[in-house]
Protein backbone atom coordinates (compact mmCIF):
# COMPACT_ATOMS: atom_id res chain seq x y z
CA UNK A 1 0.00 0.00 0.00
CA UNK A 2 2.58 2.26 0.91
CA UNK A 3 4.17 2.06 -2.21
CA UNK A 4 1.13 3.08 -4.18
CA UNK A 5 1.26 6.28 -2.45
CA UNK A 6 4.20 7.76 -4.67
CA UNK A 7 2.48 6.65 -7.70
CA UNK A 8 -1.08 8.02 -7.00
CA UNK A 9 0.94 11.62 -5.85
CA UNK A 10 2.31 11.06 -9.07
CA UNK A 11 -0.24 10.81 -11.45
CA UNK A 12 -2.13 13.92 -9.19
CA UNK A 13 0.54 16.20 -10.17
CA UNK A 14 0.49 14.97 -13.99
CA UNK A 15 -3.39 15.80 -14.07
CA UNK A 16 -2.58 19.49 -12.17
CA UNK A 17 -0.13 20.11 -14.82
CA UNK A 18 -2.24 18.88 -17.89
CA UNK A 19 -4.90 21.06 -16.59
CA UNK A 20 -2.99 23.75 -16.34
CA UNK A 21 -1.55 23.39 -19.94
CA UNK A 22 -4.91 23.53 -20.68
CA UNK A 23 -6.04 26.30 -19.19
CA UNK A 24 -2.85 28.11 -20.20
CA UNK A 25 -3.50 27.21 -24.01
CA UNK A 26 -7.13 28.33 -23.71
CA UNK A 27 -6.52 31.50 -22.25
CA UNK A 28 -3.68 32.20 -24.77
CA UNK A 29 -6.31 31.50 -27.61
CA UNK A 30 -8.74 33.33 -26.26
CA UNK A 31 -6.40 36.62 -25.80
CA UNK A 32 -5.00 36.79 -29.18
CA UNK A 33 -8.25 36.17 -30.65
CA UNK A 34 -9.46 39.53 -28.46
CA UNK A 35 -6.44 40.94 -29.54
CA UNK A 36 -6.88 40.60 -33.07
CA UNK A 37 -10.33 41.50 -32.91
CA UNK A 38 -9.66 44.84 -31.35
CA UNK A 39 -6.73 45.03 -33.47
CA UNK A 40 -4.01 45.53 -30.57
CA UNK A 41 -0.62 45.58 -32.54
CA UNK A 42 1.36 44.42 -29.23
CA UNK A 43 0.32 42.87 -26.17
CA UNK A 44 2.52 41.28 -22.52
CA UNK A 45 0.98 39.22 -20.39
CA UNK A 46 1.73 37.57 -16.98
CA UNK A 47 -0.43 35.24 -14.67
CA UNK A 48 1.03 34.74 -11.22
CA UNK A 49 -0.38 31.87 -9.25
CA UNK A 50 0.22 31.52 -5.64
CA UNK A 51 2.94 34.40 -5.69
CA UNK A 52 4.99 32.77 -8.27
CA UNK A 53 5.11 33.49 -11.87
CA UNK A 54 2.92 31.07 -13.60
CA UNK A 55 3.39 32.03 -17.56
CA UNK A 56 4.12 34.98 -19.37
CA UNK A 57 3.98 35.95 -23.08
CA UNK A 58 4.03 38.38 -25.80
CA UNK A 59 1.46 38.52 -28.94
CA UNK A 60 1.83 40.60 -32.13
CA UNK A 61 4.41 43.28 -32.44
CA UNK A 62 6.17 46.14 -29.95
CA UNK A 63 6.89 47.87 -33.23
CA UNK A 64 4.65 47.54 -36.57
CA UNK A 65 7.13 49.06 -38.60
CA UNK A 66 9.98 47.03 -37.86
CA UNK A 67 8.22 43.85 -36.87
CA UNK A 68 9.52 43.48 -33.61
CA UNK A 69 8.01 41.53 -31.50
CA UNK A 70 5.95 41.92 -28.10
CA UNK A 71 7.55 40.27 -25.28
CA UNK A 72 7.58 39.68 -21.55
CA UNK A 73 10.43 42.39 -21.35
CA UNK A 74 8.96 45.02 -23.52
CA UNK A 75 8.50 48.44 -22.03
CA UNK A 76 4.76 50.03 -21.82
CA UNK A 77 3.66 53.17 -20.33
CA UNK A 78 1.08 52.07 -17.56
CA UNK A 79 -0.97 55.41 -17.50
CA UNK A 80 -3.46 54.91 -14.05
CA UNK A 81 -1.97 51.56 -12.84
CA UNK A 82 0.44 54.08 -11.47
CA UNK A 83 -2.40 54.92 -9.21
CA UNK A 84 -1.60 51.67 -7.18
CA UNK A 85 2.09 52.32 -6.48
CA UNK A 86 0.78 55.88 -5.21
CA UNK A 87 -1.34 54.67 -3.15
CA UNK A 88 1.36 51.99 -1.50
CA UNK A 89 3.78 54.94 -0.91
CA UNK A 90 0.76 57.09 0.96
CA UNK A 91 -0.28 54.05 2.94
CA UNK A 92 3.17 53.29 3.97
CA UNK A 93 3.46 56.86 5.30
CA UNK A 94 0.01 56.34 7.29
CA UNK A 95 1.69 52.93 8.65
CA UNK A 96 4.33 55.05 9.68
CA UNK A 97 2.09 57.56 11.54
CA UNK A 98 3.82 60.06 9.47
CA UNK A 99 0.63 60.90 7.44
CA UNK A 100 -3.32 61.11 8.29
CA UNK A 101 -6.19 59.51 5.47
CA UNK A 102 -8.00 62.48 7.50
CA UNK A 103 -5.72 65.34 6.57
CA UNK A 104 -6.94 68.22 3.67
CA UNK A 105 -5.51 68.11 0.80
CA UNK A 106 -5.43 71.90 0.63
CA UNK A 107 -2.49 72.58 1.91
CA UNK A 108 -0.41 70.47 -0.15
CA UNK A 109 -2.22 72.04 -3.03
CA UNK A 110 -1.25 73.22 -6.29
CA UNK A 111 -0.85 70.47 -8.17
CA UNK A 112 0.41 70.22 -11.34
CA UNK A 113 -2.94 68.43 -13.08
CA UNK A 114 -5.16 69.14 -10.02
CA UNK A 115 -4.83 72.74 -9.71
CA UNK A 116 -5.43 74.17 -6.30
CA UNK A 117 -7.87 72.63 -3.98
CA UNK A 118 -9.25 75.11 -1.22
CA UNK A 119 -12.37 73.08 -0.13
CA UNK A 120 -11.15 72.26 3.44
CA UNK A 121 -13.54 69.22 3.96
CA UNK A 122 -11.44 67.35 1.07
CA UNK A 123 -9.02 65.02 2.53
CA UNK A 124 -6.48 62.73 1.29
CA UNK A 125 -9.09 59.70 1.55
CA UNK A 126 -11.53 61.20 -0.59
CA UNK A 127 -8.47 61.96 -3.33
CA UNK A 128 -7.51 58.58 -2.96
CA UNK A 129 -11.21 57.17 -3.40
CA UNK A 130 -12.10 59.37 -6.31
CA UNK A 131 -14.84 60.84 -3.96
CA UNK A 132 -13.89 64.68 -3.72
CA UNK A 133 -16.19 66.36 -6.38
CA UNK A 134 -19.52 68.06 -5.04
CA UNK A 135 -19.72 67.48 -1.40
CA UNK A 136 -16.80 65.13 -0.46
CA UNK A 137 -17.99 61.57 0.50
CA UNK A 138 -21.07 61.74 -1.20
CA UNK A 139 -20.07 59.92 -4.29
CA UNK A 140 -17.52 58.14 -6.78
CA UNK A 141 -16.46 60.38 -9.58
CA UNK A 142 -13.30 59.01 -11.21
CA UNK A 143 -10.80 61.78 -12.00
CA UNK A 144 -7.51 60.91 -12.61
CA UNK A 145 -6.01 65.07 -12.37
CA UNK A 146 -7.49 65.31 -9.46
CA UNK A 147 -5.83 62.06 -8.30
CA UNK A 148 -2.58 63.65 -9.04
CA UNK A 149 -2.71 65.94 -5.95
CA UNK A 150 -1.42 63.01 -3.88
CA UNK A 151 1.82 63.41 -6.05
CA UNK A 152 3.28 66.63 -3.43
CA UNK A 153 1.91 65.21 -0.80
CA UNK A 154 4.13 62.39 -1.11
CA UNK A 155 6.99 64.35 -2.40
CA UNK A 156 6.71 66.77 0.64
CA UNK A 157 6.17 63.80 3.22
CA UNK A 158 9.61 61.77 2.02
CA UNK A 159 11.02 65.28 1.48
CA UNK A 160 11.79 64.28 -2.30
CA UNK A 161 10.79 64.29 -5.85
CA UNK A 162 8.43 61.65 -6.72
CA UNK A 163 10.67 59.81 -9.15
CA UNK A 164 12.93 59.25 -6.50
CA UNK A 165 10.66 58.18 -4.02
CA UNK A 166 8.90 56.06 -6.04
CA UNK A 167 12.27 54.45 -7.16
CA UNK A 168 14.17 53.74 -3.80
CA UNK A 169 10.90 52.78 -1.96
CA UNK A 170 9.38 50.51 -4.09
CA UNK A 171 11.08 49.69 -7.73
CA UNK A 172 15.02 49.33 -6.19
CA UNK A 173 14.00 47.16 -3.42
CA UNK A 174 11.93 44.82 -5.71
CA UNK A 175 14.55 44.51 -8.35
CA UNK A 176 12.13 45.60 -10.88
CA UNK A 177 14.91 46.68 -12.68
CA UNK A 178 13.28 47.15 -16.18
CA UNK A 179 10.87 49.77 -15.14
CA UNK A 180 11.49 53.48 -15.62
CA UNK A 181 10.34 56.05 -13.57
CA UNK A 182 9.02 58.55 -16.19
CA UNK A 183 9.81 58.86 -19.62
CA UNK A 184 11.14 62.16 -19.02
CA UNK A 185 14.45 60.22 -17.63
CA UNK A 186 15.59 61.57 -21.02
CA UNK A 187 15.55 65.06 -20.64
CA UNK A 188 18.69 64.04 -17.56
CA UNK A 189 22.05 62.58 -19.12
CA UNK A 190 22.45 60.70 -15.91
CA UNK A 191 18.98 59.05 -16.17
CA UNK A 192 18.96 58.22 -19.58
CA UNK A 193 22.41 56.75 -19.23
CA UNK A 194 20.87 54.33 -16.47
CA UNK A 195 17.58 53.50 -18.01
CA UNK A 196 18.69 53.31 -21.82
CA UNK A 197 18.58 49.71 -22.48
CA UNK A 198 15.02 49.46 -20.87
CA UNK A 199 14.16 52.44 -23.15
CA UNK A 200 15.37 50.13 -25.93
CA UNK A 201 12.50 48.21 -25.38
CA UNK A 202 10.24 50.90 -25.71
CA UNK A 203 7.20 49.86 -27.88
CA UNK A 204 6.08 52.36 -29.96
CA UNK A 205 2.29 53.76 -29.21
CA UNK A 206 -1.01 53.00 -31.62
CA UNK A 207 -4.11 53.96 -31.55
CA UNK A 208 -7.33 52.21 -33.34
CA UNK A 209 -9.00 54.21 -35.98
CA UNK A 210 -12.82 53.70 -37.37
CA UNK A 211 -13.37 50.19 -38.68
CA UNK A 212 -10.11 48.52 -37.16
CA UNK A 213 -7.09 50.93 -39.19
CA UNK A 214 -4.03 51.11 -36.87
CA UNK A 215 -2.16 54.28 -36.73
CA UNK A 216 0.90 55.77 -35.03
CA UNK A 217 -0.13 57.43 -32.05
CA UNK A 218 2.31 60.16 -30.10
CA UNK A 219 4.17 59.30 -26.74
CA UNK A 220 2.09 60.16 -24.40
CA UNK A 221 3.23 62.90 -21.29
CA UNK A 222 6.26 61.95 -20.51
CA UNK A 223 6.59 63.09 -16.67
CA UNK A 224 5.48 60.80 -13.68
CA UNK A 225 3.38 61.44 -10.82
CA UNK A 226 1.25 59.82 -8.34
CA UNK A 227 -1.48 59.22 -11.27
CA UNK A 228 0.64 58.34 -14.26
CA UNK A 229 3.84 58.24 -16.10
CA UNK A 230 6.12 54.86 -14.75
CA UNK A 231 6.97 52.90 -17.55
CA UNK A 232 7.15 49.21 -17.05
CA UNK A 233 7.26 45.39 -17.87
CA UNK A 234 5.12 42.36 -17.46
CA UNK A 235 7.86 41.03 -15.98
CA UNK A 236 8.62 43.85 -13.69
CA UNK A 237 4.74 43.92 -12.50
CA UNK A 238 5.00 40.08 -11.33
CA UNK A 239 7.85 41.33 -8.49
CA UNK A 240 5.13 44.03 -7.52
CA UNK A 241 2.38 41.59 -7.44
CA UNK A 242 4.33 39.18 -5.92
CA UNK A 243 5.93 41.78 -3.22
CA UNK A 244 1.95 42.97 -2.37
CA UNK A 245 0.70 39.47 -1.42
CA UNK A 246 4.12 38.93 0.60
CA UNK A 247 3.08 42.16 2.27
CA UNK A 248 6.64 43.70 1.48
CA UNK A 249 4.80 46.79 0.74
CA UNK A 250 2.48 46.83 3.55
CA UNK A 251 1.09 45.02 6.15
CA UNK A 252 -2.24 42.90 6.02
CA UNK A 253 -3.82 45.41 7.66
CA UNK A 254 -3.00 48.42 5.88
CA UNK A 255 -3.49 46.57 2.05
CA UNK A 256 -6.91 45.52 3.76
CA UNK A 257 -7.56 49.15 3.62
CA UNK A 258 -6.60 49.87 0.33
CA UNK A 259 -8.90 47.55 -0.90
CA UNK A 260 -12.08 47.88 0.93
CA UNK A 261 -14.33 49.36 -0.91
CA UNK A 262 -15.18 53.35 0.29
CA UNK A 263 -18.30 54.05 2.49
CA UNK A 264 -19.93 57.26 0.53
CA UNK A 265 -21.58 59.52 3.20
CA UNK A 266 -24.84 57.66 2.99
CA UNK A 267 -23.27 54.56 3.37
CA UNK A 268 -23.46 52.87 0.68
CA UNK A 269 -20.10 50.81 -0.54
CA UNK A 270 -18.31 52.45 -3.54
CA UNK A 271 -16.50 50.00 -6.68
CA UNK A 272 -13.54 51.48 -5.19
CA UNK A 273 -10.82 51.31 -2.72
CA UNK A 274 -7.78 53.41 -1.73
CA UNK A 275 -6.17 53.57 -5.09
CA UNK A 276 -7.84 50.39 -6.80
CA UNK A 277 -10.90 49.07 -7.60
CA UNK A 278 -12.59 46.22 -5.85
CA UNK A 279 -16.09 44.71 -6.60
CA UNK A 280 -17.19 41.38 -6.70
CA UNK A 281 -18.49 38.37 -8.75
CA UNK A 282 -20.01 34.98 -8.38
CA UNK A 283 -18.80 35.18 -5.04
CA UNK A 284 -15.10 35.98 -5.62
CA UNK A 285 -13.79 39.12 -4.63
CA UNK A 286 -12.17 41.03 -7.89
CA UNK A 287 -9.25 43.94 -7.12
CA UNK A 288 -7.84 45.84 -10.34
CA UNK A 289 -7.09 48.70 -11.78
CA UNK A 290 -6.98 49.81 -15.49
CA UNK A 291 -4.49 51.89 -17.20
CA UNK A 292 -5.38 54.40 -20.29
CA UNK A 293 -3.64 57.32 -22.30
CA UNK A 294 -6.86 57.93 -24.51
CA UNK A 295 -4.58 56.32 -27.45
CA UNK A 296 -0.86 54.72 -27.60
CA UNK A 297 -1.09 52.26 -23.98
CA UNK A 298 -3.10 50.76 -22.03
CA UNK A 299 -3.03 48.16 -19.32
CA UNK A 300 -4.75 45.91 -17.10
CA UNK A 301 -3.76 44.72 -13.78
CA UNK A 302 -6.03 42.01 -12.56
CA UNK A 303 -6.46 40.19 -9.35
CA UNK A 304 -8.68 37.19 -7.78
CA UNK A 305 -7.25 36.99 -3.76
CA UNK A 306 -9.46 34.62 -2.85
CA UNK A 307 -7.72 32.13 -5.50
CA UNK A 308 -4.19 34.00 -5.59
CA UNK A 309 -3.81 34.32 -8.89
CA UNK A 310 -3.59 38.08 -11.15
CA UNK A 311 -3.64 38.47 -14.32
CA UNK A 312 -1.06 41.43 -15.86
CA UNK A 313 -1.87 42.95 -19.48
CA UNK A 314 -0.03 45.76 -20.77
CA UNK A 315 -0.64 46.54 -24.37
CA UNK A 316 0.90 49.92 -27.08
CA UNK A 317 -3.06 50.81 -28.05
CA UNK A 318 -5.67 51.73 -25.89
CA UNK A 319 -7.98 48.80 -27.13
CA UNK A 320 -7.46 46.78 -23.77
CA UNK A 321 -9.14 48.91 -21.80
CA UNK A 322 -10.85 52.20 -23.42
CA UNK A 323 -14.64 51.32 -23.10
CA UNK A 324 -14.16 48.44 -20.86
CA UNK A 325 -13.66 50.38 -17.75
CA UNK A 326 -16.84 49.48 -15.82
CA UNK A 327 -16.69 50.88 -12.37
CA UNK A 328 -17.89 47.63 -10.19
CA UNK A 329 -17.68 45.35 -13.24
CA UNK A 330 -14.67 44.05 -14.18
CA UNK A 331 -15.15 41.35 -15.13
CA UNK A 332 -17.04 43.03 -18.75
CA UNK A 333 -13.54 43.78 -19.24
CA UNK A 334 -13.17 40.55 -22.32
CA UNK A 335 -9.35 39.96 -21.00
CA UNK A 336 -10.56 40.02 -17.28
CA UNK A 337 -13.52 37.57 -17.89
CA UNK A 338 -11.21 35.10 -20.24
CA UNK A 339 -9.09 35.15 -17.43
CA UNK A 340 -12.17 34.49 -15.00
CA UNK A 341 -13.37 31.41 -17.29
CA UNK A 342 -10.06 29.74 -17.45
CA UNK A 343 -8.58 30.13 -14.26
CA UNK A 344 -11.46 30.91 -11.98
CA UNK A 345 -14.89 30.12 -12.93
CA UNK A 346 -16.95 27.60 -15.44
CA UNK A 347 -15.61 28.39 -19.36
CA UNK A 348 -18.76 29.04 -19.85
CA UNK A 349 -19.50 31.92 -17.63
CA UNK A 350 -22.11 34.19 -18.57
CA UNK A 351 -19.45 37.44 -18.19
CA UNK A 352 -18.37 36.12 -21.55
CA UNK A 353 -21.26 37.24 -23.30
CA UNK A 354 -21.64 41.01 -21.25
CA UNK A 355 -18.11 41.60 -22.11
CA UNK A 356 -18.67 40.46 -25.68
CA UNK A 357 -21.84 43.01 -25.61
CA UNK A 358 -19.57 45.64 -24.33
CA UNK A 359 -16.78 44.87 -26.69
CA UNK A 360 -19.02 45.35 -29.91
CA UNK A 361 -20.21 48.18 -28.36
CA UNK A 362 -17.14 50.14 -28.20
CA UNK A 363 -16.21 48.75 -31.47
CA UNK A 364 -19.38 49.87 -33.14
CA UNK A 365 -18.67 53.78 -31.33
CA UNK A 366 -15.35 53.57 -33.18
CA UNK A 367 -16.76 52.64 -36.62
CA UNK A 368 -19.17 55.78 -36.37
CA UNK A 369 -17.08 58.21 -36.00
CA UNK A 370 -15.40 57.17 -38.87
CA UNK A 371 -14.41 60.38 -41.27
CA UNK A 372 -13.42 59.84 -44.89
CA UNK A 373 -9.83 61.29 -45.56
CA UNK A 374 -9.01 62.73 -48.90
CA UNK A 375 -4.80 63.11 -50.84
CA UNK A 376 -3.80 66.37 -51.47
CA UNK A 377 -1.21 67.29 -54.11
CA UNK A 378 1.68 67.64 -53.28
CA UNK A 379 2.15 71.45 -54.19
CA UNK A 380 -1.36 72.20 -51.55
CA UNK A 381 0.65 70.12 -49.03
CA UNK A 382 3.56 71.75 -49.42
CA UNK A 383 2.17 75.17 -49.23
CA UNK A 384 1.52 74.10 -45.52
CA UNK A 385 4.48 73.46 -44.47
CA UNK A 386 6.25 75.87 -41.87
CA UNK A 387 6.05 77.19 -38.49
CA UNK A 388 2.64 78.83 -37.09
CA UNK A 389 2.31 81.11 -33.75
CA UNK A 390 2.74 83.92 -32.27
CA UNK A 391 6.57 83.50 -32.80
CA UNK A 392 9.56 80.93 -32.45
CA UNK A 393 8.81 80.40 -28.78
CA UNK A 394 5.90 80.08 -29.31
CA UNK A 395 5.09 77.54 -32.45
CA UNK A 396 4.13 74.22 -34.00
CA UNK A 397 5.96 72.98 -36.98
CA UNK A 398 3.99 71.28 -40.31
CA UNK A 399 6.21 68.90 -42.11
CA UNK A 400 5.77 66.78 -44.74
CA UNK A 401 6.14 63.48 -46.36
CA UNK A 402 4.85 63.08 -49.83
CA UNK A 403 1.90 63.99 -49.37
CA UNK A 404 1.72 63.29 -45.75
CA UNK A 405 1.18 65.82 -43.25
CA UNK A 406 2.66 66.39 -39.20
CA UNK A 407 2.27 68.52 -36.97
CA UNK A 408 4.93 68.70 -33.92
CA UNK A 409 2.33 67.92 -31.33
CA UNK A 410 3.25 66.57 -28.59
CA UNK A 411 6.59 67.95 -27.65
CA UNK A 412 9.76 66.04 -28.97
CA UNK A 413 6.88 63.92 -31.29
CA UNK A 414 4.83 64.59 -33.94
CA UNK A 415 1.14 63.33 -35.05
CA UNK A 416 -0.10 62.88 -38.40
CA UNK A 417 -2.76 65.15 -39.81
CA UNK A 418 -5.44 63.71 -42.46
CA UNK A 419 -7.28 66.36 -44.90
CA UNK A 420 -10.82 65.56 -44.53
CA UNK A 421 -13.31 66.84 -47.23
CA UNK A 422 -14.59 69.27 -45.52
CA UNK A 423 -11.47 71.47 -46.34
CA UNK A 424 -9.74 70.99 -42.90
CA UNK A 425 -7.64 68.18 -41.05
CA UNK A 426 -8.14 66.08 -38.19
CA UNK A 427 -6.62 63.59 -36.64
CA UNK A 428 -7.45 59.68 -36.47
CA UNK A 429 -6.08 59.70 -32.91
CA UNK A 430 -8.19 60.47 -29.60
CA UNK A 431 -9.16 64.17 -30.04
CA UNK A 432 -11.67 66.98 -30.95
CA UNK A 433 -8.99 69.20 -32.48
CA UNK A 434 -9.10 70.07 -35.73
CA UNK A 435 -7.12 72.46 -38.06
CA UNK A 436 -7.91 74.85 -41.09
CA UNK A 437 -5.48 76.72 -42.48
CA UNK A 438 -5.63 80.08 -43.95
CA UNK A 439 -5.09 81.75 -46.96
CA UNK A 440 -4.94 85.23 -48.22
CA UNK A 441 -5.49 84.40 -52.35
CA UNK A 442 -2.59 81.83 -52.80
CA UNK A 443 -0.99 82.48 -49.55
CA UNK A 444 -1.25 80.37 -46.42
CA UNK A 445 -0.81 82.67 -44.11
CA UNK A 446 -2.17 81.23 -40.87
CA UNK A 447 -4.21 78.47 -39.36
CA UNK A 448 -6.89 78.16 -37.08
CA UNK A 449 -7.35 75.41 -34.16
CA UNK A 450 -11.03 74.21 -33.10
CA UNK A 451 -10.98 71.91 -29.91
CA UNK A 452 -14.51 70.81 -30.35
CA UNK A 453 -18.36 71.62 -31.41
CA UNK A 454 -19.14 74.90 -30.31
CA UNK A 455 -15.88 76.12 -29.47
CA UNK A 456 -14.02 79.13 -30.65
CA UNK A 457 -11.09 78.92 -32.85
CA UNK A 458 -8.12 79.73 -32.01
CA UNK A 459 -5.52 81.67 -34.84
CA UNK A 460 -1.26 81.30 -35.39
CA UNK A 461 0.40 83.37 -37.95
CA UNK A 462 2.50 81.71 -40.71
CA UNK A 463 5.57 83.12 -38.89
CA UNK A 464 8.26 81.33 -41.61
Not at 7 to 33: M, P
Not at 361 to 383: C, Q, V
Request: neutral net charge.
Amino acid sequence: MKRLVPVVLALALAACATTDAGRIRGFERDADELRQTLHIPGMSAAIVKDQKVFWMHGFGYADLENRIPATPDTLYHLASVTKTFGSVLVLQLVEKGELSLDEPIAPYTPARYSGTITDPRVQIRHILSHTSAGTPGDQFAYNGNLYYAITPVIEKKYGAPFRQVITQRILDPLQMTESVPGHDVIEDPELTSRYAANLARFARPYAFYGKGEIVYSAYPHRDIGASAGLLSTVRDLAKYDIAIDRHVLLPPKTQELAWTPFVSNAGQPLPYGLGWFTDEYRGERLIWHTGNWGSGFSALYFKVPGKNVSLILLANSEALADGFHVPGAGETNPFACAFLRHFVLKSDDPCKDAAAAVMNKWLSARAAHYEPSITLDEATIASYVGGYGRDETHAQTITREGTRLFIDIPKGDRSEMFASPKGDFFFKVTTDTRIRFIREGDVVTGLEYTFGEGEQPVRAKKIR
